[in-house]
């Protein structure tokens, strides 16, 4: 089994195109499963309801695990199942008949458009720091990319004539994302009169976004400079750069944004993960209600 389960993760790495971080995180839970299957004797294509997954499954409640994270689990196991079974290495696949955790979907966090405005009027733009918080909260709120993207920008990343921002999301896939005048604006400053003090000599260095030190930005110091400006701006409740990923989604779509457009923005590869964003509030439910239907004015 753990010969198939390297020829698994090749299978992720190369077909998949995951990453080192998720290929990790799979190793993780499925050689947790393999080491319950050696600890009680079985194999891992025993089916019926009280075969090894579903006694794994019950396992991992008694080890109080969150649905979430049981979710999580249940699916790296069925993508595995799917694998041996395609390759011809079970004759069944167990998990046909076990039924994933139900989740509920949480709604995402927004600020408000007078929260974000203050985040934004936040940094103090007198030196290289300030220049640079300024731009990233920009372009995490004009484009509403992730922080991982955000991260990897590069110089040649941006396009200013054609005002758009050239990505790579998840799995390689590269798309391109307009960008405002206002993000513009705030890498130009930055660019001008704050990268080159941090670079210092290190003038081979490409990435867009740099620490004190004139290396690329780490996600936890991009976590940093966003949870700074939340509190400077007075927001209580934790924000993240997803937040603002949030945020920038929902606001388009209240904007009149298609969802197709959003989704497209955003790298969703299947709309139904840009639906969370189309919930609505009873004051918007009521407007709505008011210019639409013929009873309503």
Not at 201 to 211: K, P, Q
Not at 221 to 228: C, E, F, S, T
């Amino acid at each position: 089994m753990s010969d198939l389960l390297e020829q698994y993760l090749a299978y992720l790495a190369v077909e998949k195109g995951l990453r080192p971080k998720s290929l990790e995180a799979y190793r993780r839970d499925l050689l947790d499963y393999l080491t319950f299957l050696e600890e009680k004797g079985r194999r891992p294509d025993e089916p019926g309801a009280d075969g090894p997954l579903a006694l794994f499954m019950v396992h991992l409640h008694g080890r109080g695990l969150s649905p979430r994270s049981m979710a999580r689990k249940s699916s790296t196991l069925r993508g595995f199942y799917r694998f041996l079974r395609r390759e011809n290495k079970i004759a069944v696949d167990p998990t046909k008949i076990i039924e994933p955790p139900r989740l509920g979907r949480p709604l995402p966090k927004v600020l408000t458009i007078a929260e974000i405005e203050a985040m934004l009027a936040a940094p103090a733009t007198d030196g290289p720091l300030g220049l640079r918080d300024r731009a990233i909260l920009e372009v995490l709120y004009a484009t509403g990319i992730r922080e991982s993207e955000l991260i990897a920008l590069e110089l040649g990343s941006i396009n200013r004539e054609g005002r758009f921002v050239h990505v790579v999301g998840k799995g390689g896939r590269e798309r391109v994302v307009p960008i405002g005048v206002y993000a513009l604006n705030a890498i130009e400053a930055y660019l001008q009169d704050g990268r080159h003090k941090l670079i210092g000599g290190n003038i081979t260095e490409r990435t867009l976004f740099l620490n004190p030190f004139g290396k690329p930005l780490s996600r936890m110091g991009l976590w940093k400079i966003v949870r700074k400006y939340a509190v400077a701006a007075g927001i209580t409740s934790l924000v993240s750069p997803h937040v603002l990923r949030h945020s920038c989604a929902t606001h388009m779509l209240e904007g009149g944004a298609s969802i197709i457009a959003v989704q497209e923005m955003l790298g969703h590869v299947d709309v139904s993960t840009t639906q969370i964003y189309t919930h609505l509030t009873g004051q918007d439910l009521k407007r709505i209600h008011g210019q639409a239907h013929p009873r309503g004015r």
